[in-house]
């Protein structure tokens, strides 16, 4: 009863809002690029250099609400890496925070879902203090047991309205759990292996389907590989669907 009743209101709580689109969209919101210039790894029999790495957060628009699934690097990362790993050497080039580039088109946040706790997926919670921030248990944990570079305390010193994010024993393409966030199969979070991270599946009107994922930081394939989603974590898969302000319906 306690689990249904958590259900319940996270469920009313992101219908509640009228602000965005009644039909699912994304928008990948690209807040800085890391080049990969001399660094080479063994692929396809062969010496590559990787693409760069981009640091996305999704925004996402659903039954007149909007979220953020991840935050990508925010306002205060160079601040957030000097207190922790003053040595490491910022790779990443200019920082355009989400909350900047949203505030620009005067667009709110209703809610964010914390995919990963690790330093390059929550940098930008510090933006967005009075947005409520759904995470797992698990990766609460993580937050308090880790060290830095994994995690930086300097990201969570501000007051977070932490909620709680509670799976139901329904299998979901091959996970034993999962969290239909509006009741109606379009938002569906599941846990991964690994430090708490959370995979979210988005599906479209039209019916195509998109998983995004936390850093699982090496664990095996997740069953949606074999399900037949696009995997919209990879580099090239980024590139073909575009970022904000580009939305993809």
């Known amino acids: 009863m306690k689990l249904l009743g958590i259900f319940t209101w996270l469920l009313l709580g992101f219908a509640g809002s009228a602000v965005a689109a ?9 807040t800085a690029q890391t080049l990969t210039q001399g660094d080479f790894a063994w692929r396809n ?27 990508g690097l925010g306002r205060q990362i160079d601040a957030q890496l000097d207190a922790e790993v003053p040595w ?14 949203l505030q620009r088109d005067g667009l709110h946040i209703d809610r964010i879902l914390l995919g990963c706790a690790r330093w390059e997926h929550a940098s930008g919670l510090a933006d967005f203090p009075d947005v409520p921030v759904f995470a797992s248990a698990e990766s609460r944990r993580y937050i308090r047991g880790a060290t830095p570079p994994a995690v930086l305390p300097s990201q969570f010193q501000h007051a977070v309205n932490w909620q709680p994010l509670q799976f139901m024993a329904k299998p979901y393409l091959g996970y034993a759990e999962s969290l239909d966030l509006f009741g109606d199969g379009r938002l569906v979070l599941v846990p991964l292996a690994g ?34 989603v696009v995997p919209s974590s990879d580099a090239r898969m980024q590139a073909s669907l575009g970022v904000y302000p580009a939305w993809v319906q």
């Open 195 to 228: 430090h708490g991270a959370v995979g979210l599946f988005l599906t479209l009107g039209d019916g195509r389907r998109f998983f995004f994922r936390g850093d699982t930081l090496g664990h095996p394939a997740t069953p949606h590989e074999q399900a037949g």
């Open 88 to 101: 490491r050497i910022k790779r990443y080039g200019p920082v355009h925070a989400v909350r900047d580039q």
């Open 22 to 30: 009644d039909e699912p969209r994304f928008s990948l919101v690209r």
């Open 45 to 71: 029999g062969g010496w590559q250099q990787p693409p760069p790495i981009d640091h996305i957060a999704v925004l996402v628009e659903h039954r007149g609400s909007r979220l953020l699934f991840g935050t």
